[in-house]
């Protein structure tokens, strides 16, 4: 007869009766939230955090504004046919002004006015149509070369961003881990990683300058879809392709709020190019696109932190990685 107190002949085996119950997936945090924990830890780590930036960004900043400055500088000079065309109607007022005076008989000291301003403008008219006829680019070398103005403008902040990023994401992991480590060192960490990123980083890098040069929409959609390629290269260890496949999976799982945070990057982006241009006038090429990069370096920290916190998060809930692994990675960094 069957004994009911044999486990071996219970109805449920020992192994289902071990089993734990399945733990339900944690609550996924809104972007604001995200965005409030990022400015946060922004605030406590405001030095380390501008440094890691400021150590590419600035030494970036400089060889963009020069490369802009050179080729955006024969644009300038094409501009200056707008003012031959308000010249030469202040020089068709002028002449109207001097016939009228001398239709009424003005008196002799109005008309030596009229005929010294009418002069003043003919100078001017004339200077700068010989500037003109000296032999400046034509309009197709001048869109060539706001192409290509705009093609290092864009390699260059696609190169930097995921390279800042990679070493923010091991800066605010040791953050989130209580530790301590300083700007230097988040920086030497990523050289572990730093193959595997670039590997990755490169071509996609030259497919968003290509995309946001020519068509602006492509440009944005691979960078969206490239948007968690930093930190899947420091924190999985994978590189190149795989890990382009990766951020590319991963952005896929939560589309929305990688959607959402790129519009956040794009406007405090867009409102520190706008600050720049006001403060800075259009001619000074140089310094209108140095302030501008300066400005983006104190404000794109925010962004970029929410973009680790966002990625946590991701993983905690699809893959259920918790603060332990993330722990482990930072172990094997530092080995």
Known sequence: ?????????????????????????PPERGLADLLVEAFRLYRANARPVLLICALLFVPMSFAK??????????????????????????????????????????DAETIARLEHEHQRRLEELSGEADQLAAGGPGRFTL??????AALVSALAFALAVPLVGGALTI???????????????????LVGRLGGLLAAVVPAAGLIAIGLALWVIPGLVIAFCFALVAQVAVVEGLGGAAALRRSVELVGADWLRVALLLGVFAALTWAARWIADLIVPDRAIFMTSLVGDLLTLVLIPLPLIA????????????????????RATLVTLRS
């Open 1 to 25: 007869m069957d004994d009911p107190s044999n486990p071996a002949v219970s109805e449920t085996g020992p192994a289902e009766q071990a089993a734990p119950p399945e733990q339900p997936a």
């Open 65 to 106: 504004s020069c490369a802009a400055s050179a080729l955006l500088g024969p644009r300038l000079a094409a501009d200056s046919e707008s003012e031959v065309v308000g010249l030469s109607r202040a020089v068709k007022a002028s002449r109207q002004a001097l016939d009228d005076a001398y239709l009424r008989h003005a």
């Open 143 to 148: 869109w060539v070369l706001g192409l290509l």
């Open 171 to 189: 800066a605010v992991a040791d953050r989130l881990g209580g530790g301590r480590a300083g700007w230097i060192e988040s920086w030497m960490l």
């Open 307 to 326: 973009g680790v916190l966002l990625y946590l998060d991701v993983r905690r809930r699809r893959d259920g990685f918790d603060d332990a692994q993330l």
